[in-house]
């Protein structure tokens, strides 16, 4: 039987997320951007496993735990690159910075390499990380229980009722444990280390600049590097973008899956009623959409036993989680499809879809409990959810719930770096209209927010990702983003690019 993919569920954790420093870059961080305090040259050598392109290559870098104590303990962060395929075009570094936040990094010169033309792979030697605390960096771990580390636990679901109690429980013993088990690697995991971490990376490789091309939460992160370290950037390409809203970071990211669910479901409801659809599940999208919402409510009632799974039952809420996590992409349209038909028949699901490992887990809720001071309020997340599930009753009111960085035990260290018009102009936004992950009202903050620092490239698509996406995709926004790579020439303006054949305006059934 055809269900979710294991890597579509993975995808969602790609998912779920002042003073000087907000516009300036403080002591120690001018010290790490003095391109005469030159690092260790990397050493390069094979890199672990066998799945990555023979030509890629690995290294460690040594950076320290606490930037502001450069000569106190370090950690190790892996780094990978593929060469410029002819190297006398090569005009630099692409750094390609990974989403999450919680998203490794290192086989992306592999995987995202695939994706580019040939132009931009011998202008660029292609480079990426594991950001601190994942996969092959020094690894972090808040030793949660495999309970804990369901999606329907890191995501704050609220009970069938609406009751917030037992989320409250769960992020108290989360934060708790990050607390006891974590200790000064989960404390230093934040968006503004992973901005010095990367001008670790680009002292060590020896370059006066980076280009970049940063997704989802890259865009974040990719923002912050930019307004820290401005000097250091050389062309900006951030594709599925972050809201940078330095009230709220993270909790703001986590809100807009409200938005994003909403804004994606018509294209899966208008796919799932057309006559020619491989599972047609109603006549009409609003049909389709009462039998989300209805098969949701049985669910509630009566799960499903799924024996392996974690919770071992497909309810309610895991039915919710799957339906966002379906709408990253339109390739998992005829997998949740096929999920409801069989769920609406008491069919136990097929495959089990994998728990984040705990280093994912401690980085994704680290860096977001870390980022931004949240809310402490009880009775306050209580009424956020109470309208979200009005308002937005296929996410239930879980956007805007009370998470373990209610609970979290540290303030954050530093204080969320502001986006501002200040800076060279030299940045290229990218992004689909209809984003589960990223809305495209939230990502239009950050183009207000760089001013005319950028240029936003929008697309008539439904996805999570604008950019050299394969097959399907936007050649119009490929062309794009290779011009300015390879050109440094932006549109005059701010532009949108055509309806993707087949992902063509879709109305809303609010």
């Known amino acids: 039987m055809r269900t ?5 569920t993975a995808l969602a954790l790609a998912t779920a997320a002042t003073a000087a420093v907000l516009t300036t870059v403080s002591g120690a961080d001018a010290a790490v951007g003095d391109p005469s305090a030159a690092g260790r040259p990397l050493d390069w050598g094979p890199c672990p496993g066998t799945s990555s392109d023979p030509r890629q290559e690995c290294a460690t870098l040594k950076v320290p735990l606490d930037h502001r104590d450069p000569d106190g303990k370090r950690i190790s962060l892996a780094v990978s690159r593929i060469a410029s395929e002819r190297p006398h075009e090569r005009r630099g570094v692409l750094l390609l910075i990974p989403g999450g936040p919680g998203a490794p990094g290192l086989d992306r010169p592999t995987t995202y390499g695939k994706r580019l033309p040939q132009s931009v792979r011998d202008a660029y030697d292609l480079v990426s ?12 771990d808040c030793g949660l229980s495999t309970a804990d580390l369901s999606l329907t636990a890191a995501r ?3 009970a069938a009722d609406g009751s917030i109690a037992r989320n409250v429980t769960t992020g108290r013993r989360i934060a708790d444990r990050c607390a006891r088990n974590g200790g000064a690697l989960v404390r230093s995991l934040s968006t503004v280390n992973e901005a010095r971490d990367i001008d670790s990376i680009r002292r060590a490789l020896g370059e006066r600049k980076l280009s970049a091309w940063g997704t989802s939460y890259g865009t974040y992160a990719g923002s912050v590097y930019a307004q820290m370290f401005p000097e250091r950037t050389d062309r900006w390409v951030l594709d599925s973008n972050d809201n940078p809203d330095p009230e709220r970071v993270g909790r703001g990211w986590l809100a807009n899956y409200a938005v994003g669910v909403e804004d994606t479901f018509p294209d899966f409801a208008a796919w799932a009623s057309a006559p020619d659809s491989p599972v047609r599940l ?3 999208p609003a049909g389709v959409r009462r039998r989300v919402l209805d098969l949701a409510d049985r669910l509630d009632a009566k799960p499903l036993a799924w024996p392996g799974a974690n919770p071992p039952e497909l309810n309610g809420n895991v039915f919710r989680q799957s339906v966002l996590t379906a709408l990253f992409s339109r390739n998992n349209f005829e997998g949740l499809a096929r999920l409801i038909v069989d769920a609406d028949a008491g069919k136990v699901p097929g495959a089990i879809p994998p728990d984040p490992g705990q280093d994912i887990a401690a980085v994704s809720l680290a860096t977001l409990c870390n980022d931004v001071e949240w809310p402490r309020s ?3 997340y209580a009424r956020d959810v109470a309208a979200s599930r009005k308002s937005h009753p296929l996410t239930a009111g879980m956007p805007v719930n009370v998470s373990a960085c209610a609970f979290w035990h540290d303030a954050p260290r530093d204080k969320p770096v502001r986006i501002t018009d200040q800076g060279p102009s030299n940045v ?3 992004q689909n209209k209809r984003d589960v992950a990223t809305p495209y009202r939230e990502a239009l903050k950050l183009r207000r927010a760089y001013g005319d620092r950028a240029r936003m490239v929008s697309v008539d698509a439904m996805g999570h990702g604008a950019a050299y996406t394969g097959g399907g995709g ?3 926004a490929d062309r794009r983003v290779t011009d300015f790579l390879l050109t440094g020439e932006r549109p005059a303006g701010d532009i949108t690019c055509p309806a993707v054949p087949g992902q063509g305006p879709v109305s809303s059934m609010r």
């Open 156 to 158: 704050p679901w609220p």
């Open 474 to 476: 936007s050649a119009c």
């Open 129 to 140: 990380f594991d950001p601190r605390g994942l996969g092959a960096s020094t690894r972090a």
């Open 4 to 8: 979710l993919s294991a890597r579509t």
């Open 282 to 284: 109603a006549g009409t």
């Open 428 to 430: 290229l936004l990218v």
């Open 378 to 380: 009880l009775p306050g």
